[in-house]
């Protein structure tokens, strides 16, 4: 059994969030301290404020300002934040009811310890220093003895330089797995070796393997190797650079049906004028000093392959 | 017991645009969906099931995001399905929220598709690296770009077509309040002019991205009855689809297409589709795929699409007008693509296109597909019910 | 309720053994010798289904497309009448039962499969939150339902200790099922987010799962005691945790009413309550007296593969009834946070009127 192969996968950007009228109130709010609500249709006040009302689905705009102080609904002990939560040490999650609204905001609560916090315990907002115009506006909330304070007041929800727009990074990393198949093709590759799979059902032998016939839904295993030359069915000529890639345009992306396998893979071709490149084209792989794959497919200077021997694989 | 007849009696989408920054995404959403709801002249508590189609959760950042716009939909209490066939899905989740219809299960369904591209890239999405594969190549358009030159080997089709195609896309777009790209004045000779990007693709033959959404009411007898304006009646539907890369694929006419439109046809007692079928609204991404689909859903015979393409047949004012609504080369909001190619067959089979309207439409196909070309998605509607 | 044109039954299930990693398999790999068995069961070929429909998330495979690659293992060829819904499996055999229930389908293949182990699923999962008011925050799924549970235990409805007997029981249950995760007694731990320990909490799982659905007839050709579903649906509430009762979970009820799960009663329940004090809001929601058997098979407690193990919940209910184990049975899936989505499906040994 060959060492099976995993590699780090990082899918990482930064989203730009279009707020519109309500989130966008809410937000600027936030960074001038001041935290909006809304009225729904049936009279409650909705902190976070929706644009819609959750029940009845309509729009809803009457905004309303409400207290920064607040009471705990709910709460569990958090003795081990995770990177990106809003305190690096230990916190509780709350929602918050704040002064003046009927529904519960969701953020951390600064306490020594769970002894330090209960439902119904009063809370208010600690402003986070820098404030942009985001929920993280709102550093924390921490205990505070005042009693019940706020009520919903109306309020314009008008701000100079309203935020109209948020950017939300956004970093997750996983483990990447090919699975058997495909890492018993990398090894092979690895010493520049083709390979496919010859499907026991239908015969047919695939590249890149994948475990499977997928046309017959068989496992396949037994590997077959193709190549290395084969012939072009078809291509394009690359006019554009494509993002992180170090190949100078124009550049032919081709289709390439090694010499036993019943379907093409893809590769770039070089060694020949771009404008050159014609569909029949006899190829053969070329690798630089560790790679992987091949880095393109070169002439072998063999006559074209006649149209009918290969326009069934385009 | 047979199916109940499905009736669409409400339309609705977004003016599309690169970046729609005036609205959340629960905005964008809502409306599409509340202009469908006022062509039903319905309220939000005559929905009783929702279906949400869109492509990638990468596109937007959000994992399921039909679970925070539920809210937005006034799906509290209801059902909300969430579909996702790569850029077939408009055109699923049309046919599923059909299906919720026919089989009696909820009398009116609201169908959505949205896309909004400008939360994050739309290249970046579709081309997140992979580990121990090498880079991709190219982008959407390298990806497609052989199929169309092994199509012009296979066909013997002039250099040109895909100019045609774009260049009355275009035009057509203009008479499309909703669509992305209003291109005034662009001259044939512009687009042929246009830099090629993916040779045998040039940009003017590509599609834009675009933030948007669609909204269909769909609807049974007794609905569509009560609706205050002509419905399209679905005469049939299908999805089909096949594997990725395998040997024996034909990219440049997938057997799951042709499947998938002899299912519609038979289903809809279609057998001439040339003569009998109004109008067609195809997922044509880069304009060379008209004449392909043409061939491949038979409208064309084979090796003949680009020459109906040259009799000027698919133009608005041909026999066979293809993308009166300017079509995906206008207006793509990738997992809405779909849906709009349905909904602008249901309008057209309405009478309710507007200036982008084929006179006297009465039978429209709608057409959608993803992935390798390999995930399709069809209905034919008609301004009269279903026989039978 | 409407009378149903046809009746559809659970007449074939399989799964994967579900485990912490599978990090030799692909998806494609994972899944396979799952699709194999379950249409060996049902005597049906690859690609000879009717209709096809899978669930799976990109999020969680870190992939966009990903469904698209399990497709090499459906035999896809001649090409299928297929769909996804980027849900728990249980949705999509929802489409499914609907598909059938139109005559387009006799026969469907159902599968899900999701690979935990590939992301961090505690981060994972907060990227479903609402972008603008959540998302940013980063809390967990764990966090979040510490936050129900203590909800629960300020209503007076459960306490620590009740919660920690509800982990025993499941995974006391698991030592039956060779395909759970943890299986028989495992310690509870300490407070991950209190008053969740991590006891109280599913493990991470990599699996899948499958089922072949069959109308009428056909379904009795190929089941010896069809799981007859009587009844299905699925209802949300609103999405942020501080707008609702998070004692309570009225979309169960709800769906579990437009199933007919009140109309008689159940001998047992596969309820996917992936936290402890998630199975006393499910119990108390979908009225379940003490002699119904809830999760023979351990539940999401023992074995938790996302995106599959709502559909493996309906899969157990309906093994249990092709078993002779169990008359009419109770399966419900979730979906979002804090038990925002439900679906509940009633299957019975036979339909009413008809002799054993």
Not at chain 3, 77 to 103: C, F, N, Q, R
Request: proline share 8%.
């Amino acid at each position: 059994m060959p060492e099976q192969l995993t590699a780090p996968l990082v899918v990482s950007f930064p989203f730009t969030r279009s707020l519109g009228p309500v989130q966008s109130a809410f937000l600027t709010g936030l960074r001038e301290r001041v935290v909006l609500g809304v009225r729904a249709h049936d009279g409650r006040v909705l902190v976070p404020p929706a644009e819609y009302d959750p029940t009845t689905a309509e729009e809803i705009h009457e905004l309303v300002e409400v207290g920064t102080t607040g009471t705990v609904t709910t709460w569990a002990w958090n003795p081990a934040p995770r990177p990106n939560q809003p305190l690096a040490t230990p916190f509780a999650w709350v929602l918050v009811r704040l002064d003046g609204a009927d529904t519960a905001l969701l953020h951390a609560l600064d306490a020594p310890g769970p002894e330090a916090v209960r439902t119904g315990a009063r809370v208010r907002v600690r402003w986070a220093e820098q404030r942009t115009g985001a929920i993280t506006d709102i550093a924390c909330f921490e205990p505070h003895d005042g009693p019940e304070t706020g009520h919903a007041t109306p309020h314009h929800g008008t701000f100079t330089d309203p935020v109209t727009s948020l950017t939300a990074p956004a970093r997750l990393d996983y483990t990447y797995t090919p699975g058997r198949a495909q890492t018993r093709h990398l090894g092979n590759l690895a010493r520049h070796l083709l390979t496919g799979e010859r499907c026991p059902s239908c015969r047919k032998v695939h590249v890149p393997p994948r475990g499977a016939c997928p046309t017959c839904g068989v496992a396949a295993t037994e590997q077959v190797v193709v190549g290395p030359r084969g012939t072009v069915t078809t291509f394009c000529v690359v006019n554009i650079k494509a993002r992180n890639l170090a190949i100078d345009v124009p550049y032919v992306y081709a289709h390439i049906a090694l010499d036993g396998a019943d379907l093409a893979l893809h590769g770039r071709i070089a060694g020949i004028p771009y404008d050159q490149v014609r569909m029949g084209l006899r190829v053969e792989p070329v690798w630089r000093d560790g790679d992987r794959h091949p880095d393109h497919y070169r002439p072998t200077g063999e006559p074209d392959a006649d149209y009918d021997t290969y326009k069934r694989l385009l | 017991m047979s199916k109940e007849p499905v009736a669409v009696a409400g339309i609705g989408q977004t003016h599309h645009a690169a970046a729609r920054r005036d609205v959340s995404l629960a905005g964008l959403v809502r409306e599409a969906a509340r202009r469908a709801l006022d062509d039903a002249a319905l309220t939000w508590t005559d929905i009783e099931a929702v279906v949400i189609g869109k492509a990638p959760d990468f596109f937007e950042g959000v994992m399921m995001p039909e679970l925070h716009l539920a809210d937005a939909l006034g799906a509290t209490g209801k059902p909300v399905l969430r579909v996702h066939t790569a850029g077939s899905v408009g055109g699923s989740t049309a046919l599923v929220a059909a299906n919720l219809v026919a089989a009696r299960v909820h009398r009116t369904v609201l169908a959505l598709a949205f896309e909004k591209q400008s939360e994050s890239n739309a290249m970046w999405g579709l081309s997140l690296p992979v580990p121990f594969q090498p880079p991709l190549l190219a982008g959407a358009g390298g990806f497609f770009a052989p199929h169309v030159r092994a199509y012009i080997r296979r066909t013997g089709a002039p250099a040109g077509t895909g100019t045609l195609v774009a260049h009355k896309d275009r035009r057509n777009a203009l008479k499309n309040p909703y669509a992305h790209l209003h291109e005034h004045g662009l001259t044939l000779e512009a687009v042929r002019n246009s830099p090629m990007l993916w040779d045998p693709i040039r940009y003017s033959e590509t599609c834009p991205s675009s933030d948007g959404a669609c909204a269909m009411v769909l609807t049974d007898r007794a609905g569509a009855a009560r609706a205050p304006r002509p419905p399209a009646w679905v005469h049939g539907g299908a999805m089909r689809s096949e594997p990725t890369l395998f040997a024996g694929k034909d990219f440049v006419s997938p057997r799951a297409g042709r499947d998938c439109a002899a299912d519609v046809y038979r289903q809809a007692g279609i057998t001439d589709p040339r003569r009998q079928i109004d109008v067609a609204e195809l997922y044509v991404p880069f304009s060379w795929y008209e004449p392909m689909w043409l061939e491949n859903l038979g409208l064309a015979a084979e090796g003949e699409g680009w020459k109906l393409v040259e009799s000027g047949a698919t133009e608005l004012d041909g026999d066979l007008p293809v993308n009166p609504s300017g079509g995906v080369l206008s207006t793509n909001p990738i997992g809405a693509s779909g849906m709009l190619r349905f909904a602008e067959a249901a309008l057209q089979v309405r009478g309710a296109a507007g200036e982008h309207q084929v006179p006297g439409a009465r039978r429209a196909l709608g057409h959608a597909y993803g992935g390798g070309a390999q995930f399709f998605a069809m209905w034919l509607v008609a301004a009269a019910p279903p026989t039978g | 309720m409407t009378p149903r044109p046809r009746d559809v039954a659970v007449v074939a299930f399989a799964q994967s053994d579900h485990r912490r990693a599978t990090p030799g398999l692909s998806e494609t790999e994972l899944l396979l010798p799952v699709l194999r068995e379950v249409l060996d069961r049902a005597g049906l070929a690859p690609g000879e289904a009717d209709f096809t429909c899978s669930g799976s998330s990109d999020y969680l495979a870190g992939r966009p497309f990903s469904f698209t690659l399990t497709l090499d293992g459906v035999g896809a060829w001649p090409p299928i009448a297929e769909s996804h819904v980027e849900m728990d499996g249980a949705w999509a055999l929802y489409e499914a039962w609907v598909k059938i229930l139109t005559g387009e389908a006799d026969t469907a293949l159902v599968y899900a499969h999701g690979k935990s182990s590939a992301g961090d699923v505690r981060d994972v999962l907060t990227r479903q939150l609402d972008p603008c008011y959540l998302a940013p925050l980063w809390p967990d799924s764990v966090s979040l339902a510490a936050l129900q549970a203590q909800a629960l235990i300020d209503a007076g409805e459960t306490d620590e200790d009740d919660l920690a007997a509800i982990a025993a029981r499941n995974r006391a249950a698991a030592t039956h099922n060779p395909h759970a995760q943890l299986r028989g007694a495992v310690p509870h731990g300490d407070y991950v987010v209190r008053p969740l320990r991590t006891g109280d909490c599913p493990p991470v799982s990599d699996g899948a799962a499958a089922v072949v659905l069959a109308a009428g007839e056909r379904a009795r050709r190929m089941c010896r005691r069809p799981a007859w579903i009587r009844g299905i649906d699925h209802r949300i509430e609103p999405h942020d945790p501080g707008r609702r009762d998070l004692t309570d979970s009225p979309s169960t009820r709800l769906a579990a009413e437009r199933a007919g799960a009140f109309d008689a009663p159940v001998d047992t329940a596969e309820l996917h309550a992936p936290f402890t004090a998630q199975e006393v809001i499910l119990r108390k929601a979908l009225r379940l007296t003490g002699d119904v058997r809830v999760n023979p098979s351990g539940g999401a407690l023992a074995a938790h593969p996302l995106m599959a193990a709502g559909l493996v919940r309906i899969g157990e209910a309906a093994a249990r009834i092709h078993r002779g184990e169990s008359h009419r049975a109770l399966a419900h899936a979730t979906s979002g946070p804090c038990l925002q989505q439900n679906l509940v499906a009633v299957l019975e040994a036979e339909l009413e009127g008809e002799p054993e």
